[in-house]
Antibody, heavy 118, light 114 residues
Framework: QVQLQESGPGLVKPSETLSLTCAVS?????????WGWIRQPPGKGLEWIGS???????YYNPSLKSRVTVSVDTSKNQLSLKLTSVTAADTAVYYC???????????WGQGTLVTVSS | DIVMTQSPDSLAVSLGERATINCKSS????????????LAWYQQKPGQPPKLLIY???TRESGVPDRFSGSGSGTDFTLTISSLQAEDVAVYYC??????????FGQGTRLEIK
């Protein structure tokens, strides 16, 4: 059973950089598929942030593209998210997931709440 | 961007009754070359990540009860729960992946027991 687990600081100050990692187990990231990040502000809906293909190609939500970097570390079998210049609007639960070639997400992490506040 | 709009925003249905959730896309998600609709449905319970229910608009994910079904084509889609169970209380989202890996979700429909 594929498992994903997000980790990182739960509190980030405004204007700083949000950094999260997602550890993947029971499947090698380098074997295939897209791997992505999706966020959900408290009480709101789901927003796709960006995805990375196992080959390293990246794709970002145009509304966040200037601030986002998604990367993979195949030696650790994990993916990472960096979001710069955060504001309170970036407060959300951040999920990582495996995106099948068709485009749906079949495995998700449990999510991690990141609060942007001074 | 393809905008996904769900209706209603919330829904209350009696146990054992049918629940129907609609999803409309701002442009077609039917890919002509393979005749597939690039549309998925998810269920999200409080404090949990979304759970995949259906992809290709009507294909149930393994392990999903057969009371869940998806239908529709082009721009209009429906998720139907044939006989509502207490454990089906959740928020349901549709998602288009026509522009994969870039994807968009509907705003969600909250399903409650009447």
């Amino acid at each position: 059973q594929v498992q994903l687990q997000e980790s990182g600081p739960g509190l980030v100050k405004p204007s700083e950089t949000l950094s999260l990692t997602c550890a993947v187990s029971a499947y090698s990231i380098s074997s295939g598929y897209y791997w992505g990040w999706i966020r959900q502000p408290p009480g709101k809906g789901l927003e796709w942030i960006g995805s990375i293909y196992h080959s390293g190609s990246t794709y970002y939500n145009p509304s966040l593209k200037s601030r986002v970097t998604v990367s993979v570390d195949t030696s650790k079998n994990q993916l990472s998210l960096k979001l710069t210049s955060v504001t309170a609007a970036d407060t959300a639960v951040y999920y990582c997931g495996r995106q099948r070639d068709g485009g749906w997400y079949d495995y998700w992490g449990q999510g991690t709440l990141v609060t942007v506040s001074s | 961007d393809i905008v996904m709009t769900q209706s209603p925003d919330s829904l209350a249905v009696s146990l054992g009754e049918r629940a129907t959730i609609n999803c409309k896309s701002s442009q077609t998600v039917l890919y002509g070359s393979n005749n597939k609709n690039y549309l998925a449905w998810y269920q999200q319970k409080p404090g949990q990540p979304p759970k995949l229910l259906i992809y290709w608009a009507s294909t149930r994910e393994s392990g999903v009860p057969d009371r869940f079904s998806g239908s529709g084509s082009g721009t209009d889609f429906t998720l139907t729960i044939s006989s509502l169970q207490a454990e089906d209380v959740a928020v349901y989202y549709c998602q288009q992946y026509y522009t994969t890996p870039s994807i968009t979700f509907g705003q969600g429909t909250r399903l409650e027991i009447k």
